[in-house]
Nanobody
Framework: QVQLVESWGGSVQAGGSLRLSCAAS????????MGWFRQAPGKGREGVAH???????SYADSVKGRFTPSRDNAKNTLYLQMNSLKPEDTARYYC????????????WGQGTQVTVSS
């Protein structure tokens, strides 16, 4: 089991920045592939960025060049640095964890709201 708690969402004007955090606890060693997802009202969940324990990253095209995931393995904490935010980035952001040998994320946090105003 893995427990995930996101924090540091908030409201910001377009062009601004936010840095989300996700504190992980439990069996993080067996579930060390992590990612950020988001869901806007009335829309499906979208994968935003992913990172392995060794730091290999992948991104959705919509955030490439603006968002950067990182992690501090000693602190079991995942981060998402979000720069040049746009109103269309407004969503609830979730962190997730999975075993790296399977494709589906099976541990999810409760999410943190990000609102970008124009």
């Amino acid at each position: 089991q893995v427990q995930l708690v996101e924090s540091w969402g908030g409201s910001v004007q377009a062009g601004g920045s936010l840095r989300l955090s996700c504190a992980a606890s439990g069996d993080t060693a067996s579930n060390s592939c992590m990612g950020w997802f988001r869901q806007a009202p009335g829309k499906g969940r979208e994968g935003v960025a992913h990172i392995t324990r060794s730091g290999i990253t992948s991104y959705a095209d919509s955030v490439k060049g603006r968002f950067t995931p990182s992690r501090d393995n000693a602190k079991n904490t995942l981060y998402l640095q979000m720069n040049s935010l746009k109103p269309e980035d407004t969503a609830r952001y979730y962190c997730a964890a999975r075993n790296c040998y399977i494709s589906d994320y099976n541990y999810w946090g409760q999410g943190t709201q990000v609102t970008v105003s124009s």
